[in-house]
């Protein structure tokens, strides 16, 4: 019953969800309309499934038992820092500053609107 009316219900779920103009959603092929619909499809499982898993240890930690540890809603996934790409990235740094001094320091803190620390002397 829906079918002649395809276009006009997609025009519609792309206004409501994304804010698309008929302009925007007129410049969407075929493919792109499925891949978005697709991506939106697995962001709303990945919410509700975020959401359980909250609601879940919520309440395991409401609930536990003194001598329980309470579970952490996130797992933390620490990583090792691979050395011998540290050690090849401090060559680079120590030839660079061999050449043309610590200036590039200043220009990362410059360039992250951030305002480079002055060193105090003492007295």
């Known amino acids: 019953m ?19 103009t008929k302009a925007d959603y007129e410049a969407l092929t075929p493919k792109e309309i499925r891949f978005i619909y697709k991506a939106w499809e697995n962001k709303k499982i990945s919410d509700t499934y975020n959401a359980y898993n909250a609601a879940f240890t919520a309440a395991y930690n409401v609930q536990r038992p003194k001598n329980k540890k309470a579970l952490n809603l996130f797992k933390k996934r620490n990583k090792k820092a691979d050395m011998e790409v540290v050690n090849e990235n401090r ?7 061999e050449k043309e001094g610590k200036s590039w320091v ?3 803190y410059e360039r ?12």
């Open 91 to 97: 060559t680079i740094i120590y030839e660079v500053e």
């Open 2 to 20: 829906a079918k002649p009316f395809q276009k006009e219900i997609d025009f519609a779920f792309f206004v409501v969800n994304f804010g698309y």
């Open 106 to 108: 200043r220009k990362v």
């Open 112 to 123: 992250n609107g951030l305002r480079y620390p002055e060193r105090r002397g003492n007295g």
